[in-house]
């Protein structure tokens, strides 16, 4: 088994007792990304002498003293609208192309503090919106890898790093994660501090993850889940049940499994896996109990959108003043409808995401989790999208806990991802439930080397 094929958990046991070097570790992830990148495109940024030079580093760390932490060694991709101290983060846009920040989002700082090697910038669409970048699928070169979280993803799936940071304000997160193939974590609300990341909603905006086994997104949440005083949405909430050690299968007694708009309007063939999927769980023992919601989705969406403007609106203000022809068409769209929604019309737009989160709350509450499909479809055929992100920003906009889980592939080869969704601050809950329904699929699938080398 080659180093790149480890998980995050079993790379770091393996250096804690000597059977790999976490120089080693790097060189091999780095011949990989030389192989593959050139096709893949999801480098924002890479210095390849700077990340053997922190792998030699925790390597002598070792030989007088214990682990930094938990992730002593292991290498982290980094969506680029996190800011990294001395390394450029360009938030996807040309306005950042030559900005090198003086300090680490708080994120990036508690991973240094873990112990992980800060591997390189992963692509993102412009400022994390709508815009797509040229980073590739490495399923399919002719399907859309996704977005914003584009590069984070699909290092992932390509084995070039095993963890990466993302954000999610609609879909961010989980939409490439199942367009890939891996694991897309997205946290309640809070749970992650957003401070030194570029902000595209402030009151929407959430940090998550990637990872290629529920066991990593357990041991990344552990060290991540921390209180920030310098965020003003940072979470108070206890975090002490997600500690690693405390992580386990759990298999659930009651699922609900939301129908309307999610099954109801996907792709016949996303919903027949669900079905599958479904009845397999069922056959565990399982209560499972279809959910229709009362809502009218399109309110719902159009609520979530119409904050995403105004909020996005407002943070590009004055350089969208000075030089709009600098912002990328779904970025210049976004601001410009922002700029003219009226404040009542704003309000009520909250009102809404309000009412709907406080009622979809009472409809989830008899189960432990809710799950249903992660995306519409697999991944479209189509580069000049990155998916439709309704799917997903139904429950970003209530700010709850979700992941997307790889479970299957379509007649063409192509991964199929489903959401799992608790209760706020039920991540362990969560984390545990997805272990289980991971271990009852036993997907194993990956785009091999051939095929990324092949498109």
Known sequence: MSPHEFSAAEAACHIRNGSLSCEDLVRDLLYRSKQLNPKLNLWAELDTQRVIRDAQQKDQILQTQNPDGPLHGIPVG???????KGIKTSHGSPIYENSIPTFDATSVALLKSAGAIIMGKTVTTEFACGDPPPTVNPWNKHRTPGGSSTGSAVGVASNIFPLAMGSQTAGSVLRPAAYNGVIGTKPTMGRISRYGVHPVSWSVDTMGFFSRTVEDAALL????????????????????DLSFDQHFELKP???????????EE????IKSHVSALTNLISNEGVKVEELNLPFDMDLIHAAHRMVMNVNGASVHTKGFDKSPEQYAPDVRRMIEIGKLTPATTYIKAEKVRQLYRQELLKIIDPYEVVITTTTKEAGPPDASTTGDP???AAITTAGLPAISLPYGVTPDGLPLGIQIISKPFEEKKLLSI??????LVGFKLKPTVSQLTQQ
């Open 266 to 269: 996907c792709d016949p063939e």
């Open 390 to 392: 309704r799917w997903q």
């Open 78 to 84: 980094i969506k680029d609208i996190f800011n990294t």
């Open 434 to 439: 997805a272990a289980w329904i991971e271990k």
């Open 253 to 263: 007694k009651s699922i609900g499994i939301l129908q309307s708009f999610f099954l």
């Open 221 to 240: 949440l552990s060290v991540l889940a921390k209180p920030d005083s310098k965020d003003q949405y940072s979470s108070y909430v206890s975090s002490e």
